[in-house]
């Protein structure tokens, strides 16, 4: 069994930054790729960043530079950190990662979600 717990998301003014965590647990063997996705209310889930055991990044065309993914693969946890936000970035924010385990090849997990809230 995996899980995924996210952390960090809260309230923050336009142009304000917050740093989103995410840290996986379980029987754990490897982990391929982490990443962050979101939904905003009326609209689909779309990926935001990822990152791969390699450190090859990837992000979504709106984040324009402002937002930064990192790893620390001693911890098993993904980081978000998120710059320059603007009202139109509030959102459900979901980790999502592809994760081997001792009796599963490869398999995709999501976290419950933290919420992303830009407003004055």
């Known amino acids: 069994q995996v899980q995924l717990v996210e952390s960090g998301g809260g309230l923050v003014q336009p142009g304000g930054s917050l740093r989103l965590s995410c840290a996986a647990s379980?029987?754990?063997?490897?982990?391929?790729?982490m990443g962050w996705y979101r939904q905003a209310p009326g609209k689909h889930r779309e990926l935001v960043a990822s990152i791969t055991s390699a450190d090859k990044t990837n992000y979504g065309d709106f984040v324009k530079g402002r937002f930064t993914i990192s790893s620390d693969n001693a911890k098993n946890t993904v980081y978000l950190h998120l710059n320059s936000l603007r009202h139109e970035d509030t959102a459900v924010y979901y980790c999502?990662?592809?994760?081997?385990?001792?009796?599963?090849?490869?398999?995709?997990?999501w976290g419950k979600g933290t919420l992303v809230t830009v407003s004055p």
């Open positions: 999502n990662a592809h994760i081997a385990t001792m009796t599963v090849a490869s398999m995709e997990y």
């Open positions: 379980g029987r754990i063997s490897s982990i391929y790729a």
